[in-house]
């Protein structure tokens, strides 16, 4: 059974900073890409930033420059670094593994806020 463990996520002021984590357990068959995405009250879930299995990366442009995704492939773990987050990067936090099938995790909450 595969499972997606979230970690990192909590209260941080304006300014600061947060990383969440992601590891994939179970039997996943041929990971093409990792990513998180983030869904604010109200909002539509959104992509946030996505790397391959090559270590291709891409980000949302409204996280260009602030956030930061990485991969740990022996280990099936997927890290954001956010930096100078703002009120605006308040949402719940999603891990999601593409492979022979997607998979998501249950959500992380980050709340930017003073």
């Known amino acids: 059974q595969v499972q997606l463990v979230e970690s990192g996520g909590g209260l941080v002021q304006p300014g600061g900073s947060l990383t969440l984590s992601c590891a994939a357990s179970?039997?996943?068959?041929?990971?093409?890409?990792m990513a998180w995405y983030r869904q604010a009250p109200g909002k539509q879930r959104e992509l946030v930033a996505g790397?391959?299995?090559?270590?291709?990366?891409g980000y949302a442009d409204s996280v260009k420059g602030r956030f930061t995704i990485s991969r740990d492939g022996a280990r099936n773990t997927v890290h954001l670094q956010m930096t100078s987050l703002n009120p605006e990067d308040t949402a719940v936090y999603y891990c999601?593994?593409?492979?022979?099938?997607?998979?998501w995790g249950q959500g992380t909450q980050v709340t930017v806020s003073s």
């Open positions: 999601k593994v593409m492979a022979r099938h997607d998979y």
């Open positions: 179970g039997s996943i068959i041929s990971i093409s890409a």
């Open positions: 790397i391959t299995s090559g270590g291709r990366t």
